[in-house]
């Protein structure tokens, strides 16, 4: 079964510097997709960042961007010039390659922004 | 507007109660599905639908019922809760196909079992 480990229950940055949420991930797959989630206090659950693992090149959203490792089985987030508005919870999730649609979620980092 | 709608948002019961927590996307998804989220260990999937009629169990399903009568509803139920399935429940829908594609979520539930 994949499982998805996600080490930092909490991380604190200052405000306008770069944090980097780490992910690892077990799988025997060679096709899967990858994602991160921003969970602010509202509970909505709003994707941030998405990753197919047959890609080599790393994706990037804006301030947003990921160094995906696929021989280490790790995919962390980094975020740049942190804002207030990014402190949330952040989940990554693991979903096999075609024919299937569960996500398989991380346990959640915790992030502080301090002004 | 595409959107998850869940109901209700917050939920207080107690132990033995039958309630129901309600979905619906206005997607025309064929797969929805319910995860419920507890601190430490992320969302877990409860329950999946691929289409009307077809439901089957996730990751922890024990003490839940689901049904897909209508494609864009689907409704979780709980028989006879019990303080362990406090939690806060997301219901997710996804168009199959687009593999890539993230899944949409409700805004969640927030049950609590007295």
């Known amino acids: 079964a994949q499982t998805v480990t996600q080490s930092q229950p909490e991380m604190s940055v200052q405000e306008a510097e770069t944090v980097t949420l780490s992910c690892t991930y077990d799988t025997s797959e060679s096709d899967y997709y990858l994602f991160w989630y921003k969970q602010p206090p509202s509970r909505q659950m709003i994707l941030v960042i998405r990753?197919?693992?047959?890609?080599?090149q790393n994706a990037t959203e804006n301030r947003f961007s990921v160094n995906f490792q696929k021989a280490a089985k790790s995919f962390s987030l980094k975020i740049s010039d942190s804002q207030l508005g990014d402190a949330a919870m952040y989940f990554c999730?693991?979903?096999?390659?075609?024919?299937?649609?569960?996500?398989?979620f991380g346990q959640g980092t915790r992030l502080t922004i301090n002004p | 507007e595409a959107q998850v709608t869940q109901n209700p948002r917050y939920l207080i019961t107690v132990t033995g109660k039958k309630l129901t927590v309600t979905c619906s996307q206005n997607?025309?998804?064929?797969?929805m599905s319910w995860y419920r989220q507890d601190p430490g260990l992320g969302l877990r999937q409860i329950y999946y639908?691929?289409?009307?009629?077809?439901?089957d169990k996730g990751d922890v399903p024990e003490g839940y019922k689901v049904s897909r009568k209508e494609k864009r509803n689907f409704p979780l139920i709980l028989e006879s809760p019990s303080p362990n399935q406090t939690s806060l429940y997301f219901c997710?829908?996804?168009?199959?196909?687009?593999?890539?594609?993230?899944?949409?979520f409700g805004n969640g539930t927030r049950l609590t079992v007295t």
């Open positions: 999730a693991y979903r096999r390659g075609q024919g299937a649609q569960k996500l398989v």
């Open positions: 639908s691929m289409n009307v009629e077809v439901t």
């Open positions: 990753q197919e693992a047959y890609k080599q």
């Open positions: 997710a829908s996804y168009r199959t196909g687009s593999y890539n594609s993230p899944l949409h």
């Open positions: 997607m025309n998804h064929e797969y």
